[in-house]
């Protein structure tokens, strides 16, 4: 520990599948006290329900056990923290699991697991209170494979100070690790809603591991050692400012612009994020360099949080196979339109004759040619094209069907077709269905060393009263001669996913661009520029504290996540997509803009 006033926390697992290298470098050179793991994405549960289903002793991610496995001996001496949702579907195997490492290690360790956000055996309670999706307002499907409540920290709290020197959770919020930490260290109380509001910022912060500290950055080019990028660590204060850094010596680049991106990274409405235990106020942060590759965060506002967990349950919805085929030539989109096009005709007529159905639907997209992410922005003329086909039936022996029909298309189609990859296999598709439940009825516990402690339900309000945030007081945009530039010469971006809404923030490189940005892309201006692939409505909301607009846009994913056939169903790309609108500019402002990976800002 640094001293005692600061707690320093790193962001060792961002999602199941992040490197488990991250866990060696903050215990080799990061010097830290808590490491939190964030393992679950929203649909994560639904393929360790799956597991589960197979195999009693699995539904969890087993990649914590074997990322800090070989360092339990360090981890036990340092008396560092482990805080994981690796429990997934399984908690207690999870648990089980580590135990047997660190008896295999000579470790012995006192490990907690929260129970209780596995809603599935009470969904006949649920389906009697008629709940409806928060965003569709569709009924609760039939064959749910999961149901889980997003936890809070505090369930987390009471396992550390009953002595616990792991806890392993299922489904929580996954700032609520980072979270937990910070109340526990510095005796945070329920109602400390500006500090939980804090540090919850941390643990959102923290969350994507190396998203934070410049991957992803829209100003790639700038970022040093992909190779050997640091992962994140936050000096924490007990007022609940921090300072965002990375071990010394690794790759990287953490500036304001940086965090800005990961701050808004899915955020709704950053005047009214809504967490287990606080609802969070982002709009009045600020963001301060404060030495290489450090920077300082403060300014979260809290208020009471909701009376309700939010709910995500998934349930299958039939089958999707995809593959891709490349085409080379002149007339590389027609060839390959074509062929996907005549693949489709003919698995339809042997479906047919085999007793099945149609798809449900078809998507095609021709990757290279723009029009996928650009639509009637797209500018490619290309002769090299790789063609994306996907589709989705109730039967995967209709899918099996599909299958067989790609490869003849090599030798019955156009030539320079190429890229064959051998037969695809249908896999399920899980929709997301996320709804509200009262926290008086979510019955939550933690078990020490088979030991079970209620845990007191949550604290709410009565009533969720929205926030307006802090608003924009812009300064006027200079008159005069004005010239087009992309908005990525004013402006940084960074989108992402929500079920099947896209979240797009963009931030302006200075404070003074900010009202070009806000005069210029209106709702309705995004609305157009993503009319290819919104579908709903657009809502932009106001972030003055980092220069800054968080754009949500209605059903823009397909169905998002393991339910959209599109090459990007969880929507990374809209940021780039949203770089390329062109916006005008005093012409005095010039020397001031960014000139671009290849130091041109032509639009």
């Known amino acids: ?39 679950l994405a929203e649909l994560t549960l639904s393929i360790m329900a799956s597991a589960k289903s ?19 001996q360090t981890l036990k001496q340092r008396k560092t923290l482990l805080l994981s949702n690796a429990g997934g579907m399984n908690p207690q195997a999870c648990a089980q699991a580590l135990r047997v490492a660190a008896d295999a290690a000579g470790v012995p360790l006192r ?29 609760l499907p039939e064959g749910l494979t999961s149901m889980n409540a997003y936890l809070g920290a505090f369930p987390i709290v009471q396992a550390l100070r009953q002595g616990a020197e792991v806890v392993i959770t299922g489904r929580c919020a996954d700032s609520a690790l980072a979270l937990a930490a910070l109340i526990h260290r510095f005796d945070w109380k329920p109602e400390d809603y500006d500090r939980l509001a804090a540090g919850s910022l941390v643990g959102h912060i923290l969350e994507c591991t190396t998203q934070t500290t410049g991957g992803l950055f829209t100003d790639w080019w700038k970022v040093p050692g992909w190779e050997d990028m640091g992962y994140p660590i936050a ?35 950053p005047a009214n994020y809504l967490l287990p235990d606080v609802t969070c106020d982002f709009t009045s942060v600020t963001l301060e360099q404060a030495g ?23 349930w299958l919805d039939g089958y999707r196979l995809s593959t891709t085929l490349t085409f080379v030539g002149h007339d590389a989109v027609a060839m390959g339109r074509r062929a996907m096009d005549a693949i489709v005709t003919r698995a339809r007529r042997v479906m047919a004759e085999a007793g099945h159905g149609d798809f449900k639907r078809v998507n095609i997209e021709v990757l290279g040619s723009e029009q996928p992410s650009f639509g009637a922005h797209a500018k490619a003329d290309a002769r090299e ?52 439940w009262p926290k008086s009825r979510v019955p939550v516990s933690f078990v020490i060393d088979k030991e079970r402690s209620e845990v007191a339900p949550a604290s709410s309000a009565d009533a969720f009263v929205p926030a307006d945030g802090t608003r924009f007081s812009h300064a006027a945009v200079p008159a005069g001669e004005t010239v087009t530039v992309p908005l990525s010469a004013i402006a940084v971006a960074r989108s ?6 896209a979240h797009l923030a963009i931030i302006a490189r200075a404070p003074r661009f900010a009202a070009a940005i806000g005069a210029q892309l209106t709702e309705s201006a995004m609305r157009s520029w993503f009319e290819h692939l919104a579908k709903g409505r657009v809502h932009r909301y106001e972030v003055p504290g980092i220069h800054a607009y968080n754009y949500v ?33 005093p012409k005095a402002w010039l020397p001031e803009v960014d000139p671009g990976f290849q130091g041109t800002i032509a639009a």
């Open 1 to 39: 520990m640094a001293n005692e006033n600061t707690l320093r926390i790193g962001g060792a697992s961002a999602f199941w599948g992040d490197s488990n290298k991250g866990v060696e470098q903050l215990i080799r050179r990061g010097d830290v006290d808590v490491l939190v793991f964030d393992y």
């Open 54 to 72: 197979r195999n009693a002793e699995m539904g969890y991610a087993t990649d914590f056990v074997k990322a800090v496995g070989p360092h339990l």
């Open 111 to 139: 490990v907690a697991v929260i129970e209780g956000d596995d809603l599935l055996p009470h969904r006949a309670e649920v389906s009697a209170a008629g709940v409806r999706e928060a965003f569709s307002n569709a009924p």
């Open 235 to 269: 000096e924490c204060q007990a007022d609940g400012s921090f300072v965002l850094c990375k071990p010394a010596g690794t790759g990287g680049l953490i500036t304001p612009l940086v965090v800005s991106e990961q701050m808004l990274y899915e955020v709704t409405d």
């Open 292 to 314: 290489d590759n450090r920077v300082r965060v403060q300014g979260a506002r809290g208020r009471a949080p909701t009376p309700t967990y939010k709910v995500s349950g998934t």
């Open 385 to 436: 094209v790789v063609v994306r086909l996907a589709v989705h039936h109730d039967n995967a022996k209709a899918l099996e069907i599909v299958a067989s029909e790609i490869a003849p298309m090599g030798i019955a189609g156009a030539p320079g077709t190429t890229g064959f990859s051998g037969r695809q296999k249908p896999t399920p598709i899980f929709r997301l269905f996320s709804f509200l």
């Open 496 to 501: 992402g996913d929500k079920g099947d809404r």
């Open 553 to 585: 846009l209605d059903e823009a994913l397909g169905g998002g996540g393991a339910a959209s056939l599109r090459n990007d169903p969880l929507g990374k790309t809209f940021s780039q997509i949203a770089l390329t609108h062109p916006v005008q500019i």
